[in-house]
């Protein structure tokens, strides 16, 4: 009886250990077309503004770009690095006005902007 208490309370554990990686759940996300469809980009420019409604994945991507930004994307796969600098670059050439807004918001002393431009510049 104590060795099954003890595998559970380890499997809680290890089940309550942050994650090494963010949810790979977007991993399949058509970066592609949303940076190819300019109204829908604006749209989740809006959302990860607090400026408008937010869809599922939207939300979701909200509450990751604060990490993300401040870790330089650390606890993404290979393919959310790609699917980010994607998206990143979509919003820097098709909207720059929404993404110097989202800079102002999440890095509004440029704490992470030497980090995160090295970041959008590699490929890993």
Do not use: H
């Amino acid at each position: 009886m104590k060795t099954i208490i003890l595998l559970c309370t380890l499997a809680a554990a290890a089940l309550a250990a942050p994650a090494d990686t963010y949810n790979s759940q977007y991993d399949n996300f058509d970066a592609t077309e949303l940076v190819g469809n300019t109204r829908l980009l604006k749209s989740y420019g809006r959302c990860f503004l607090g400026q408008g409604p937010c869809t599922a994945e939207g939300s979701d991507f909200k509450k990751t770009i604060p990490e993300a930004l401040r870790t330089t994307c650390a606890k993404c796969t290979p393919k959310q690095r790609e699917l980010v600098r994607v998206v990143v670059r979509g919003f820097q050439t098709k909207l720059p006005e929404i993404w110097e807004e989202l800079v102002k918001q999440q890095d509004p002393k440029g704490k992470f902007k030497e980090a995160f431009d090295r970041f959008l510049n590699s490929s890993d």
